[in-house]
């Protein structure tokens, strides 16, 4: 089967185009972390971008909330931002100071799940705002990605700790040292096997597989 690779110039080359996400409106969002916007890219190649407050705000991981609009983390402005498809914006802080978020999936509980780098927490922003932390066993673990599981909790990666961690609906945090030291786990997935898939700085991918415990 032939290819075809298409470029689209979403901003200058200092724009820094970082994540990407599928939104609700048959196009594609990104997050421009040099240029502290948001973008918005049709199939056809439209670009529309949307500024934030600031340039140096940081809009890291973006990803399609249960609201029909996109949710994205402000890592250096410490915030989560929200942007629906008419590209209207709200930004909600976060509580701890230089708390960092970086990673941020949708659950399955109508809420977006986040991780905060710098202060070694998960955080859980619902649709309306309302904002919970939860503190990690090693607040130096440095939490990296997140991603929903199908049970209604979240895993993450702990680049700092070479760990992968498992977060309940209640907030319960379970861990899992990985087998290679300062293998430093980065992006992770939740495969069609039901495993979860972790990608390792090193050049390796863990697969932590569920036990059954009949």
Do not use: K
Request: aromatic share 8%; net charge negative.
């Amino acid at each position: 089967m032939g290819s075809q690779i298409l470029e689209f110039a979403v901003g200058d080359e200092r724009s820094g185009p970082y994540a990407i996400t599928a939104g609700p409106d048959q196009a594609l969002w990104l997050t421009l972390v040099h240029a502290g916007r948001i973008a918005r890219l049709t199939v056809g190649g439209e670009v529309a971008t949307y500024p934030l407050d600031t340039a140096e705000c940081g809009p890291t991981i973006i990803t399609s909330g249960p609201d029909d609009a996109l949710w994205f983390t402000l890592n250096q402005a410490n915030a989560i931002g929200r942007i629906d498809v008419d590209g209207n914006i709200v930004v909600h802080s976060l509580p701890t100071p230089a708390a960092g978020p970086v990673g941020i999936t949708r659950g399955t509980d109508d809420a977006l799940w986040f991780v905060e780098i710098g202060a070694g927490q998960i955080g859980r922003i619902s649709v309306h705002g309302r904002i919970d932390e939860f503190a990690l066993p090693d607040r130096s673990a440095r939490p990296h990605a997140i991603v929903a599981d199908p049970d209604g909790g979240c895993w993450f990666t702990e680049w700092g700790a070479n760990r992968i961690g498992y977060i309940g609906s209640s907030g319960a945090i379970t861990e899992y040292d990985l087998p290679t030291q300062s293998s430093e786990p980065h992006g992770i997935a939740v495969g069609p096997d039901g495993a979860v898939w972790v990608a390792l700085e090193i050049g390796r991918v863990a697969r932590l597989a569920p036990v059954s415990t009949c």
